[in-house]
């Protein structure tokens, strides 16, 4: 049902996936290694910003899979703070059909900014933000999940 891919250069990109996965109880996958996903999937994509160029490993991803009505909610990490890369994956994602619900973004380090980013307190912003979209887009299962979890 949820598909978590991303890429990073750093690490960063990297840490905010495993977060989101683990609470969507999946394995986040990189996009170098990722193939086409399933078609029904639920997608979880993230990128670092990279001095506001879409990397070309995710331009890479985004050729072999087909994202025409496909739901997608985006993740991004960056030094700098900048959206530009963001705005230049989802202009992207929607000329190709998707639709995306949901964004998120923190700081990763770069350099000497940011150290120590992304922080615990990110990462479990990033884990909220999973659930919140899990619940949002998927009601059903969310409130099946809470009875299961009740009964044990």
Known sequence: MFEVVYFSRTGNTRKVAEAIAEELKVTAKDVRTAGVLPQDAFIFLGTGCYGATLPKEIGAFMQKNKFNGRIVAL???????????????????????????????????????KKGHPTGEELANAKEFARMVAITMFPQKAERSKKLSAAH
């Open 75 to 113: 993740f991004t990490t960056s030094g700098f703070g900048s959206t530009s890369e963001r705005g230049l994956i989802e202009k992207q994602l929607m000329g190709k059909g998707a639709i995306i619900t949901h964004n998120y973004k923190c700081f990763g380090h770069f350099l000497t900014t």
